[in-house]
């Protein structure tokens, strides 16, 4: 089976986020929905060395 990870900002899951029924089963299907449309917005990550520099200045 061919498996992809996914990471986004669920704020950005509007129709998740916003929905009046929230519970795993809903929120769940409509994602494998929104995965088989679309691909869901992106989420920046910062390299490793960047957020070590950014330690050293905190």
Same mark, same amino acid.
């Given at each position: 089976?061919? $498996? %992809?990870?996914?990471? /986004? #900002?669920? %704020? +950005? $899951? %509007?129709?998740? $986020?916003? /929905? /009046?029924? +929230?519970?795993?089963?809903?929120? %769940?299907?409509?994602? /494998? +929905? ?9 989420? =920046?990550? =910062?390299? *490793?060395?960047?957020?070590?520099? *950014?330690?050293? #200045? *905190?």
């Amino acid at each position: 089976m061919g $498996f %992809s990870e996914n990471l /986004a #900002v669920p %704020s +950005k $899951f %509007s129709l998740i $986020f916003m /929905a /009046a029924k +929230k519970n795993d089963k809903e929120d %769940s299907s409509k994602i /494998a +929905k929104i995965l088989g449309i679309k691909k869901p917005p992106d989420v =920046h990550l =910062h390299s *490793r060395e960047y957020d070590d520099l *950014r330690s050293l #200045v *905190r």
